[in-house]
């Protein structure tokens, strides 16, 4: 993931280098390093460079990684005659190579030759069934074609070899979204939660998933991951923060006392929000003390909105307050 400091960077290189102050090269790397795509700039100063034959050899054993680098930016923009130009000298310089033989299969994807692209990663598959790249680009070509079952059936089978990848878990719990399958995709989201359990972003996806899904037991756990949301950011989640309105809003409408029913989850709920309360109170300072102490999230959350909006979009909050009243929900 790319910090703001490295954004920051990256976007002074670009301007600089756009602008005619040079270090079309270090940009090109710091992309590179980044794990970046910005195909169109990386098209036009890679090109720049190689076409210019001092600047190019002056790369040394860098200029392969430079006409490799093109090659996937030209696809991106659709410059196939670019791309296969930078693929044959790349080939005529490394003849056996199996990464170039990769650049091969996405050149044959990139001009919709799924057929044969198909068979080019399949074949890549069987001298090395570990290739991470290639196995991801299969994913690709599956989804390429609408075809999400495919994809499916593929990333599941990825994930038996590759378990920690966590960019596979969340591009898995996507699609499953996406075909309406929450149970699948909410354990997705339950295994990156346990790999990775100080990402805030995951809690809030699994609270998403469960207040969809619905249901007492459900929504209850919902609060308590849209608790850690808050508690993780320091209460500045605006989604988790309605997420909290929105369940207690829910529960509500059941006509019986959940502790009578749900002694355990209310527990667990209630240590959640003992847990974040001092995060949402950094946001909702000003208010009477007997507010400050109530032990209620759901108007802890409706205050930590309505101060928000009324610092960042004061021109809203007539429609905030419309949405609570509607829900009745009031801080």
């Known amino acids: 993931m790319v910090t703001k400091t490295e954004e920051t960077q990256l976007n002074r290189l670009e301007s600089q280098v756009d602008n005619g102050g040079g270090g079309a090269w270090e940009y090109l790397c710091f992309v590179r390093k980044l794990k970046v795509r910005r195909s169109v700039k990386v098209l036009k100063h890679g090109l720049w460079i190689l076409n210019d034959t001092k600047k190019r050899s002056s790369l040394g054993p860098e200029e392969w990684t430079l006409y490799e680098q093109v ?94 990848d966590h960019d596979a878990w969340r591009e898995l719990a996507e699609i499953y979204i996406s075909l309406q399958m929450y149970k699948q995709a909410a354990f997705c989201y339950e295994e990156l939660i346990l790999s990775q359990p100080t990402v805030p972003l995951y809690h809030l996806a699994y609270a998403d998933v469960l207040y969809t899904l619905g249901g007492i037991e459900n929504l209850l756990t919902a609060k308590k991951y849209y608790s850690i949301t808050i508690d993780l950011t320091g209460g500045k989640n605006t989604r988790a923060l309605f997420g909290i309105c929105l369940v207690r809003c829910l529960l509500c409408v059941f006509p019986f006392h959940l502790p009578l029913k749900f002694p355990s989850y209310v527990c667990i709920d209630a240590i959640n929000s003992f847990i974040c309360t001092s995060a949402i109170a950094q946001l909702s300072k000003g208010r009477n003390k007997e507010d400050k102490d109530s032990p209620d999230l759901q108007y802890l959350a409706s205050a930590a909105l309505e101060k928000e909006y009324k610092q960042r979009a004061s021109d809203k909050l007539s429609v905030l307050t419309l949405a609570f009243k509607s829900l009745k929900v009031s801080s």
């Not at 044959?88 to 044969?116: D, I, Q, T, Y």
Request: glycine content about 6%.
């Open 71 to 164: 090659a996937v930016a030209a696809m991106d923009c659709q410059s196939l005659d670019v791309a296969k130009d930078c693929v044959n000298v790349l080939r005529k310089k490394f003849p056996e190579s199996k990464r170039v033989g990769r650049l091969e299969a996405m050149l044959l994807e990139a001009k919709g030759s799924w057929g044969e692209a198909e068979k080019a990663y399949s074949s890549l598959l069987e001298d090395n069934p570990f290739d991470q790249v290639v196995h991801k680009r299969r994913i690709a070509l599956a989804k390429a074609q609408g075809n999400l079952s495919g994809a499916i059936d593929l990333l599941n089978k990825y994930l038996e070899t590759f378990m920690a």
